[in-house]
Each structure stands twice: as structure tokens, then as C-alpha cells.
């Protein structure tokens, strides 16, 4: 498919993981590719800087709505790793912008029957939320159940433009765990892992190798959700009734 194709959703997608879970493999921040004739995914790099630029991008080049996929942390002890947010809400310092009704309300009558699917408020952090404590503390100043890091940048360009937004975030970091020392110290601002730095870092501190499995496994259960959410929403993501 070429770049000039037609399309009206535009999707921001933090990682090259998660852009995997659409079927598109992007690997450069800034690099795009059709999911189908009427979906684009741009893969925007980890933090809300990253993610409003890559959303205003796709409004420039076409998009009609914007959507923000991927993974999150949960901040509610009931979420487990695979569980999916269709927020009502999202949640900066500055404001609280709520997704399109019609769109989510569609999205949620396709996915719950097949999916554990939570509505709430996702809030949005600049940095990786690593602690249970800290989990803990955001969940009681916010009142979201959710966090991730691009979702209310995207929200915040859709509403600019008065096009509609939705946010599809499959929980990836569950309350209860802390993120591994080896992970935080060796992911980069734009959120790509440096694999050599990581096993050096195991190498210092082996203890942390459960933890980091675990991660994995979490890690693993939401992209299956996410792949599954793709295959039930079908092409145009129900954008249209």
C-alpha cells in the first residue's frame, strides 16, 4: 500500500511490540504503515511529547479520528496482566477529556463478550510508574484505574481538532509488582530496552531474574489481548455504527 492511500482512523503506537499486535512492523520512531485501507498506525515512541507529535502528524496526513493502542499499568487491584481499558475518560494535570461515547460505547458491546474489558479513567504519567507504592499513590490523587504514558497527548490533539478519540490499552503491569531495576535502567526515553545493557545489569543483580520473567509473561498476556481486540474490531475499528 502506498503512503498517499485513503484512510480516516489514525493510530499511535508506542512500541514496535505493540505496533505488532496490529500486524504492522515498524521499528523507526515517526514510521507509519496502513493496517487497512481506512487505518494508519504511526509508531510515535514512548512519552506524551512523542505520542502528541505522532498524533498531530497523522491528523496532517489525513486521519479523521485518532486512537491510542497499547499497553498500560494497572492502578486498581482488580485488573490483572491481559486485562483490556476502553476508558471514559483521560486524565493529564491539566484536564480530564472523555473518549467519543458512540465509538467506545460500540467498541465495548463488541469486546466485553469475549474480553475483560474496564471503563474508568486511564491518567497519564511522563515517567514509568515502577512501584506499587507509587501505583498506589497516583490511583488515590487521580481516581483513574489506569496509567500509560501517551494516551492523554493523543486525546489532547483529537480534542484540538474536534475529531473523535478512543484509547484500547491491554494492562501489561499489574498493582502488586515492581518493575525490575534492570528494565528501568536500561529503557531510553523514547522506551526502546537495550538488550546488551539489560543482561549485564542481570549479570550484577541475578535476583531479579523471576521478576523480569514475570514481566514477561504480563508482557505476553497483553499483546494477546491486544491481537485479539484487533481481530474483534475488524477493520475500521467500529468507527462507524
Known amino acids: 500500500m502506498t503512503s498517499s492511500a485513503p484512510f480516516t482512523i489514525g493510530i499511535v503506537v508506542a512500541l514496535p511490540a505493540e ?42 496526513r489525513g486521519a479523521s479520528a485518532l486512537l491510542s493502542w497499547g499497553c498500560c499499568a494497572a492502578l486498581a487491584p482488580q ?39 474496564r471503563g474508568g479513567a486511564l491518567t497519564q504519567s511522563a515517567d514509568i510508574v515502577a512501584t506499587p507504592a507509587d501505583k498506589a499513590a497516583l490511583a488515590q490523587a487521580s481516581g483513574a484505574i489506569g496509567v500509560d504514558m501517551e494516551s492523554a497527548a493523543v486525546a489532547h490533539v483529537a480534542h484540538h481538532r474536534r475529531i473523535p478519540f478512543v484509547a484500547i ?13 534492570a528494565v528501568l535502567e536500561n529503557t531510553d526515553e523514547d522506551g526502546d530496552t537495550r538488550i546488551g ?9 541475578p535476583t531479579e531474574l ?19 481486540t484487533a481481530k474483534l474490531a475488524g477493520p475500521d475499528f467500529l468507527l462507524k455504527p
Open 19 to 60: 505496533c505488532r499486535s496490529l500486524g504492522v512492523r515498524l521499528t523507526g520512531k515517526g514510521d507509519a504503515a496502513h493496517h487497512s485501507s481506512e487505518v494508519r498506525v504511526m509508531l510515535s515512541g514512548a512519552g506524551p511529547r512523542n505520542a502528541a507529535r505522532a498524533a498531530e502528524a497523522l491528523a496532517e
Open 79 to 117: 485488573l490483572s496482566p491481559g486485562a483490556l481499558l476502553l476508558p471514559e475518560a483521560l486524565l493529564d494535570r491539566e484536564r480530564r477529556i472523555h473518549s467519543d461515547q458512540a465509538w467506545r460505547e460500540r467498541l465495548h458491546a463488541a469486546l466485553s463478550p469475549h474480553l475483560t474489558v
Open 169 to 181: 490499552r491491554a494492562v501489561a503491569d499489574p498493582l502488586g509488582m515492581a518493575l525490575p531495576h
Open 197 to 205: 545493557g539489560l543482561l549485564l545489569s542481570l549479570a550484577r543483580r
Open 210 to 228: 523471576p521478576a523480569l520473567l514475570s514481566l514477561g509473561r504480563h508482557f505476553s498476556a497483553a499483546m494477546a489481548s491486544l491481537r485479539h
